[in-house]
């Protein structure tokens, strides 16, 4: 029996970035979503058991009403349960999503005093930035999408970056961070080490500002609550409904 809230989603296309780096886009009748927001990918294993796991949505909800696709940027871990079974799959084959999205890393939750956004990720975690910039235009007087990968090839989705680097003009900085090999136009180490020093604002020419900046971080738990203090350092606080703040995060693995 298929467990309550799942839906039958179909594969149209998928692309694949690196051998185990991979988008697929599933066609399905979820509700409606915001910029930002996930949903659940659910499979059956060997055992018959339902395995599902999160994974933020990247296409945009103006894209999605008129196609009624939903694209997903996944790694395939080598010891996971499920994401070995999606890198299996092709346009044509099924797979199960949940048909209420659910997140608050949206443009609603960011608090009405902030003028400059700044979009932190790693890895596949850049996802859900994309559905945000690919949505209708952003008021912000500066946004900064941050992308920390391994390798040069983890770099995905350049040509989408590029699009909205001229859409927003000069209102959008891409600050990307390749770790592992040295790239020409990134910086290398890790996001909260280039937090502490400065490289971030200096290579965004934007300054953490507590009265402009606020910043989701979005990523590897490791990552986040390493940035997180960093933030803490320099003066920001976590953003609460309760309480406005200065950043929010949501981990991603």
Not at 8 to 17: E, M, N, S
Not at 111 to 130: F, H
Not at 181 to 206: C, F, K, Q
């Amino acid at each position: 029996m298929v467990p309550h809230g799942l839906i039958p989603g179909k594969v149209v296309h998928r692309i694949d970035w690196t051998p185990s780096q991979f988008s697929i886009a599933v066609r399905a009748d979820i509700d409606p979503f915001v910029a930002g927001q996930f949903t659940k990918l659910a499979l059956q294993n060997e055992h018959g058991d339902w395995v599902r796991r999160a994974y933020s949505i990247v296409t945009p909800p103006t894209e999605y009403s008129l196609t009624g696709d939903l694209e997903f940027l996944i790694v395939a871990a080598s010891q996971g349960e499920l994401s070995p079974k999606l890198h299996q799959l092709q346009s044509g084959d099924s797979v199960w999503v949940a048909k209420q999205p659910a997140g608050f890393m949206t443009i609603e939750e960011v608090p009405e005093y902030a003028k400059q956004l700044w979009l932190v990720s790693s890895g596949t975690a850049i996802g859900p930035y994309l559905s945000i910039l690919m949505a209708p235009l952003l008021s912000f007087e500066k946004i900064v999408l941050v992308h920390a990968v391994r390798e040069k090839r983890d770099l995905v989705y350049r040509a989408q970056i590029e699009t909205q680097l001229q859409r927003y003009a000069r209102r959008l900085k891409y600050v990307p961070i390749v770790s592992r090999e040295s790239v020409s136009g990134t910086l290398s180490g890790r996001i909260p080490a280039l937090l502490r020093d400065g490289s971030l604002e200096n290579t965004a020419a934007v300054s953490l500002n507590p009265e402009k900046s606020f910043v989701y971080l979005c990523g590897n738990p490791a990552m986040v609550k390493e940035s997180v203090q960093a933030l803490i350092e320099k003066g920001l606080n976590k953003h609460l409904r309760r309480k406005s703040g200065h950043f929010s995060s949501e981990t991603y693995w």
